[in-house]
């Protein structure tokens, strides 16, 4: 717990990424594309590491199209109004812009949608759930979930895979990603579909990749590198969470021998001074009931973090300044109201939150740093388009 062991971990995995990252050659011939076990050959930036493949999940070219078929169906929800992408828009890095989400019967979430760029590499999914450990696992979630109903799949599983059963289309999807199987369509496979499409969802070319791993000095502008150094830097602590090629430190690919699954207080709240969070939203905590696990949250990834706003498991925090605020004062004080109290003092914030002070300049360039994680190929990439055309590709695509 101390910060000089937590440095050590913090520094361990940055040795691990870098070392598993393919930061290996220097100027070798192009590799052939990593081809996993089930022979599945994935396309991946310069730079990454191969994801894993689940046994009870190989990859396929068919199960993927099948999967973002489902994913953009609105028959995936009980009344037929809401898919996947009503909530991870492809306009918005497959996030959604609400500041919670809000289920297909109106009910609403406690939490923001998370954005999908890069899922795959994750250690563990969602915000703070220390035990969903796989996107077919964590794809069962928003289908069946009652508190708040999402889709709406519970208790009308039967009528919702008859859409599919019995649609000359899916039969085909479904006979070509689950060859051999006499009655292909149930809830297990169109999560597994699901989660085989949401796993192709990376992103890893944008200027920051091509000036790092593609070593394109021009890819990034000045503004944008001076912020990249404050970024890096020991006086604002950021790459301690956010590291690694995906700027996350929970990280998960093959070849990683423990996946790393870490969850930080950054100190948006502190209720009464008791270091609480709001009732629903208190992280790690709901799962352990362990007072030192209050308000530990995911840092998620920072790529494509230009089009996900509102921002953290709440979306409290509207704009990219207002996040550098925050994390500048070292906490957010809310001053008045039923949440009030400072979080820069909560007894549970993680030591890493560090308050810092940052001129007008420094301010501008670290925001042209977050703007240089933007991939517009991967916004624009046909193969994660809407195959019914319900949900546009951001306008700069067109
Ligand atoms: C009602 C809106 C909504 C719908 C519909 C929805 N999601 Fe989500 N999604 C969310 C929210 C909110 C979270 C964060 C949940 C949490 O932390 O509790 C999330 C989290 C995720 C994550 C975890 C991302 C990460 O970085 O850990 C994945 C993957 C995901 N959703 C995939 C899907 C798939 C696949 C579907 C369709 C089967 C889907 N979602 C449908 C709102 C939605
Ligand atoms: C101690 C670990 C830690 C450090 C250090 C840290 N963060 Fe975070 N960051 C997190 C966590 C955890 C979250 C999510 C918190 C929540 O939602 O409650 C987060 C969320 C964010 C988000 C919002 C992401 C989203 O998708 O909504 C941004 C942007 C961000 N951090 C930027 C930064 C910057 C810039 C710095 C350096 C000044 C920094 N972080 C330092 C852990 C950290």
Do not use: W
């Given at each position: 717990m101390s910060r000089t062991s937590r440095w050590a971990t913090a520094l361990g995995l940055l040795l691990l990424v870098a070392g598993c990252g393919g930061g290996d050659d220097g100027g070798d011939e192009t590799p052939p594309p990593p081809v996993t076990p089930s022979g599945y050959s994935w396309s991946l930036p310069k730079g990454f590491p191969t994801p894993k493949e689940f046994a009870e999940n190989p990859m396929s070219t068919a199960k993927v199209e099948l999967g973002r078929h489902l994913f953009y169906d609105p028959r995936m929800s009980i009344n037929q109004s809401a898919s996947c992408?009503?909530?991870?828009?492809?306009?918005?890095?497959f996030s959604d812009g609400r500041t919670t989400a809000i289920g297909t019967t109106g009910e609403v979430h406690p939490r923001n949608a998370m954005s999908l760029t890069n899922v795959v590499y994750n250690a563990t999914f969602d915000w703070a759930n220390p035990v969903l450990k796989t996107l077919h696992a964590q794809a069962l979630t928003p289908m069946f979930a009652e508190f708040p109903v999402e889709l709406g799949w519970s208790d009308h599983e039967a009528e919702i895979l008859d859409r599919f059963r019995f649609d000359p289309k899916y039969q085909e999807l479904f006979a070509a990603a689950y060859p051999g199987e006499s009655t292909p369509v149930n809830a297990d496979r169109v999560a597994k579909a699901v989660a085989a499409f949401v796993s192709t969802?990376?992103?890893?070319?944008?200027?920051?990749?091509?000036?790092t791993f593609q070593l394109n000095n021009s890819a990034m502008?000045?503004?944008?590198?001076?912020?990249?150094?404050?970024?890096?830097?020991?006086?604002?602590?950021?790459?301690?969470?956010?590291?690694?090629?995906?700027?996350?430190?929970?990280v998960s690919h093959a070849g990683t021998p423990v996946a790393q699954e870490e969850f930080h207080n950054n100190g948006l709240y502190n209720i009464g001074g008791k270091g609480d969070y709001p009732a629903g939203n208190r992280g790690l905590w709901e799962f352990t009931q362990r007072p030192a696990d209050m308000g530990r949250f995911r840092a998620p990834t920072l790529r494509n973090i230009e089009l996900t706003a509102p921002y953290?498991?709440?979306?409290?925090?509207?704009?990219?300044?207002?996040?550098?605020?925050?994390?500048?004062?070292?906490?957010?004080?809310?001053?008045?109201?039923?949440?009030a109290g400072d979080g820069a003092r909560s007894p549970f914030k993680s030591e890493l939150i560090v308050s810092f002070r940052l001129t007008a300049q420094e301010?501008?360039?670290l925001i042209a740093f977050f703007q240089s994680l933007t991939d517009w190929e991967f916004l624009c990439d046909s193969r994660f388009a809407d195959p019914f055309g319900n949900s546009p590709r951001h306008s700069r695509c067109n």
């Open positions: 992408a009503s909530c991870h828009l492809p306009a918005r890095a969802l990376i992103s890893g070319n944008s200027p920051y990749d091509q000036a502008s000045a503004a944008a590198r001076r912020g990249q150094n404050l970024f890096f830097s020991e006086r604002m602590e950021c790459f301690h969470c956010h590291g690694g090629f995906n700027f996350s430190q929970s953290m498991h709440d979306g409290s925090i509207a704009t990219l300044e207002e996040v550098v605020d925050h994390y500048a004062r070292g906490g957010r004080l809310i001053s008045e109201g039923p949440l301010k501008l360039d």
